[in-house]
């Protein structure tokens, strides 16, 4: 009997150590979950800045390039040193998401050959009793970037409807 006084106390403060090592476990994991969570938001807001950014360059090749001749390169797009944005500071407080043109390639908005890129070449189609055609397609590559570091990028081809054809 008296070998097994404080037995109970030893037993307790083991459960204890136990318990305690369960707890600092689970606050580790739930970091861990709210890092990866922080992760995936900067780089949704990144992509969705150069989703942006693409609707932004379809919309200037739709304006101002209707006749492109192949090879011509939309220099009045924002660039790196001076990009777009979107947003506003109540959803961004820590500041705005951006866009531009992908500096890691040489000509990122550029009139392609219509023969040689994906689609073929233009077509005339009856519209409401006038013709419609193509003109070349351009090839966007477009980046959005968070304040944070976070990058995205897109690459894609737009053509534009023309009236009277080629």
Same mark, same amino acid.
């Given at each position: 009997?008296?070998?097994?006084? /404080?037995?109970?106390?030893?037993?307790?403060?083991?459960?204890?150590?136990?318990?305690?090592?369960?707890?600092?476990?689970?606050?580790?994991?739930?970091?861990?979950?709210?890092?990866?969570?922080?992760?995936?938001?900067?780089?949704?807001?990144?992509?969705?800045?150069?989703?942006?950014?693409?609707?932004?360059?379809?919309?200037?090749?739709?304006?101002?390039?209707?006749?492109?001749?192949?090879?011509?390169?939309?220099?009045?797009?924002?660039?790196?040193?001076?990009?777009?944005?979107?947003?506003?500071?109540?959803?961004?407080?820590?500041?705005? =998401?951006?866009?531009?043109?992908? =500096?890691?390639?040489?000509?990122?908005?550029?009139?392609?050959?219509?023969?040689?890129? =994906? /689609?073929?070449?233009?077509?005339?189609?009856?519209?409401?009793?006038?013709?419609?055609?193509?003109?070349? =397609?351009?090839?966007?590559?477009?980046?959005?970037?968070?304040?944070?570091?976070?990058?995205?990028?897109?690459?894609?081809?737009?053509?534009?409807?023309?009236?009277?054809?080629?």
């Amino acid at each position: 009997m008296r070998r097994e006084n /404080g037995s109970a106390l030893i037993l307790t403060i083991m459960v204890l150590l136990l318990l305690g090592m369960i707890g600092m476990s689970a606050l580790d994991t739930v970091m861990r979950d709210q890092q990866v969570a922080g992760f995936q938001n900067r780089s949704t807001a990144a992509f969705y800045a150069a989703e942006a950014g693409l609707a932004a360059a379809k919309d200037e090749v739709r304006k101002n390039y209707n006749y492109a001749k192949i090879g011509e390169t939309i220099t009045t797009f924002p660039t790196s040193a001076a990009p777009g944005t979107f947003g506003d500071t109540s959803l961004y407080p820590h500041g705005l =998401p951006e866009y531009y043109a992908d =500096p890691d390639v040489t000509d990122p908005m550029k009139a392609m050959d219509p023969v040689s890129s =994906p /689609g073929g070449g233009g077509s005339n189609m009856r519209m409401g009793g006038s013709n419609w055609g193509y003109s070349a =397609p351009y090839k966007l590559r477009v980046v959005g970037a968070t304040p944070d570091g976070a990058k995205a990028k897109l690459e894609a081809v737009v053509m534009n409807r023309i009236p009277g054809g080629y």
